[in-house]
């Protein structure tokens, strides 16, 4: 018993002692706390779902009862009528139009000038117009004297379903021939040649009403075409009458065109020195359907161009390809383009000597264009500059070229009677600042691969290149400046000589000065470099040449 008591006491006491020991050492408690450090594992009890969907509230809307009412009376004003006068627009909203006018002018070779123009006014029926020109000019000599003179007329007409309109023309030309550039040949005989065309053309079209609506236009036109030519007193006489049709309509919002068209031409040589007349009628019928694919960054188009050609060897038909396609690379800006096609191109007595005045030994073939590969890229380097670039291999027959006769001082005719290769390089760009400047600039560069027969293509450039320029000053005076220039080209004579033709610059510069509205002044010089240079072969041009006159607007 006393063991369990000294046992108890010592126990007691040792307590005692840990507790005051605790107290006095406080490193294990601090500020009254108690760290205890243990692993935590977080446990999540179970969700309880809550078995009962929802049940929204249903808002209650109720309309509310409007009541009106309105006095039974009526009231009754009885209006006052009284005239007024009637308000003028004044003539700034349709000023009146000045859409004629009249220019005299003469120049030093004794060059008289003369234009009159003559339009009818603001008409929404009706529209009418004449139009009259001269000029001539006496040159160093006698042999190379010319003139040229033109009438012209129209009137078209215009309906709530279409369109439909006439035109005619008179015009005659006179040159001279007058033998070589350096040793000027002294003819025994006159060498005048006049030319006379009276032209003729008519029309109807409809009006496109909606875009699924069929469109047409009928074109038809007849022209004699006739030369005198003195020097041996030959002539020649050539009618050409043509009709075409264009239809357009949408297939599927498809654009579909049709071109269809049938033209007869007759040419008469009535040589002088013999009593026999030569005929020769050719007749062309053509049929070109196209359909064309369009997209807001592309463009294909596609088609034939069929071509039935008949004349006394016979008749030929004609089957062309035609087809394009271009890609917008950089929106409303640069476009890339590409394409195939082929035509067949009827000589005439008019379209040679339009080119080439001098020439009056004709052999009227037909140039077949088999097909053109072209393709090039067009687009805007600025607001105010625009530019084209082309390139363009074409396979062609009877290439027309010009040639030259020394005893009868004329051009000949002369064709690549084979399938000769033309490949053409051309660039063009345009650039304007508003209405006071612009200017372009463009230029060809041609290559030919012909039949062994003919060494160069005769009379035809290997580069040519055209600049213009206008520009305005105060709205007072207008500066105009033109530039050409042609490269190098050969001519051959009869006998097979050859004889090369110099390059030529021709510039010319002009001014108009605007004394008011009604009346202005120019004065242009031509040639001002006076190169008498020779477009073709044997026929030197008109040195410096300047020309003065008045223009009157009314």
């Known amino acids: 018993m006393v063991t369990f008591k000294y046992s108890l006491t010592l126990s007691l006491c040792f307590l005692i002692q840990v507790i005051s020991f605790a107290q006095v050492n406080d490193s294990l408690i601090k500020d009254n706390r108690i760290e205890v450090i243990k692993n935590f594992i977080p446990i999540l009890s179970e969700a309880i779902k809550i078995p009962v969907n929802p049940n929204p509230e249903k808002p209650e809307i109720s309309k509310p009862n409007y009541t009106y009412q309105i006095p039974d009376q009526q009231f009754s004003i009885q209006p006052t009528i009284y005239t007024i006068k009637p308000l003028s627009l004044g003539t700034f909203l349709l000023p009146k139009l000045k859409n004629n006018y009249t220019k005299l002018g003469f120049g030093n070779y004794t060059s008289p000038l003369f234009e009159f123009y003559l339009n009818s006014v603001r008409n929404k029926n009706t529209q009418t117009g004449m139009f009259i020109k001269h000029i001539s000019a006496n040159g160093d000599k006698a042999y190379n004297n010319f003139s040229n003179s033109t009438i012209y007329s129209y009137v078209k007409q215009f309906t709530a379903n279409g369109s439909y309109g006439v035109d005619a023309g008179y015009n005659r030309n006179l040159v001279n021939l007058y033998g070589t550039p350096n040793d000027i040949k002294k003819l025994s005989i006159d060498p005048k040649l006049i030319y006379q065309l ?55 919002t498809l654009p ?4 269809t068209g049938l033209q007869v031409n007759n040419t008469k040589f009535s040589p002088g020195n013999s009593t026999g007349e030569f005929n020769y009628q050719r007749i062309y019928f053509e049929l070109n359907p196209q359909l064309k694919l369009s997209d807001e960054n592309f463009y294909l188009k596609g088609g034939v161009n069929f071509i039935i050609a008949s004349d006394s060897a016979g008749t030929q038909p004609y089957l062309f390809p035609k087809a394009e396609g271009g890609y917008n690379l950089i929106a409303n800006k640069l476009v890339v ?43 805007e ?78 009379s035809r450039p290997g580069f040519e290149v055209k600049t213009n320029a206008t520009y305005h000053i105060a709205d007072k005076f207008i500066l105009k400046l033109d530039i050409f220039y042609m490269g190098q080209r050969y001519s051959r004579y009869l006998s097979g000589t050859e004889k090369k033709i110099d390059p030529f610059v021709d510039a010319n510069f002009g001014i108009d000065y605007r004394y008011n509205k009604n009346v202005s002044v120019f004065l242009n010089a031509n040639n001002i470099a006076n190169n008498r240079y020779q ?19 009314f």
Do not use: C, W
């Open 337 to 379: 383009l590409a394409g195939i096609t082929g035509n067949l191109k009827p000589n005439t007595v008019k379209g040679i000597t339009g080119e080439n005045p001098f020439a009056t030994n004709f052999i009227l073939n037909n140039t077949i264009n088999r097909f053109e590969i072209y393709g090039g890229f067009k687009g």
């Open 256 to 259: 579909f065109e049709l071109v």
């Open 535 to 553: 477009r073709f072969y044997s026929y030197p041009v008109y040195g410096i040449n300047i020309m003065g006159g008045f223009t009157f607007t």
């Open 381 to 458: 380097l600025g607001p105010m500059t625009n530019f084209t670039i082309m390139a363009s291999s074409t396979s062609v027959k009877n290439l027309l070229f010009y040639t030259h006769d020394s005893v009868q001082a004329n051009q000949v005719t002369t064709y690549d009677s084979t399938y000769a290769n033309l490949t053409t390089i051309s660039a063009n760009i345009n650039h304007s600042i508003g209405e006071k400047l612009r200017l372009g600039i463009g230029f060809n560069v041609f290559n030919y691969k012909l039949n062994p027969t003919l060494a160069h293509p005769y």
């Open 198 to 252: 009276f032209d003729t053309k008519a029309f109807f079209q409809n009006y496109n009403k909606d875009s699924s609506s069929l469109t047409y236009k009928l074109d038809l036109g007849y022209y004699n075409y006739n030369g005198d030519f003195k020097l041996k007193n030959d002539k020649v006489n050539e009618n050409n009458f043509f009709v075409k049709i264009r239809f357009n309509k949408q297939i599927n």
